[in-house]
């Protein structure tokens, strides 16, 4: 089990436990996360679960596959450490992952 912190862009955040294997896109919508809409499921077509994944776990969340970055075109105010959380998959190693969720999805 991974604790997985998201930090609404007002400064609140939610601390959910995420099991191996799923997604943080799925750990968000099953604990009821404000602000990851997941409007396609975690098909990679949408942009309504980006994320703002924190310094110092951009490394271990891992890096963008094309088909994301190409989604990411799509996403509000993109910044370097944007993810989607539909294609970060939850490991023992990111037991503690904390990511700021973006004011608005489009």
């Known amino acids: 089990m991974a604790k997985i912190t998201f930090i609404q862009h007002n400064g609140t955040s939610q601390t959910v436990d995420a099991n191996p294997g799923m997604s943080v896109m799925e750990a968000a919508v099953k604990n009821a996360v404000a602000g990851i809409d997941a409007d396609c499921g975690g098909a990679c077509a949408c942009a309504t679960c980006h994320v703002y994944v ?27 450490n944007s993810r ?23």
């Open 54 to 80: 924190e310094p110092d776990w951009v490394e271990k969340a891992g890096k963008r596959s094309d088909m994301e970055a190409d989604m990411l075109d799509f996403a509000y105010e993109v910044r370097e």
């Open 84 to 106: 989607l959380s539909c294609q970060i998959k939850v490991t023992e190693g990111l037991d503690g992952l904390t990511v700021k969720v973006p004011e608005k999805q489009f």
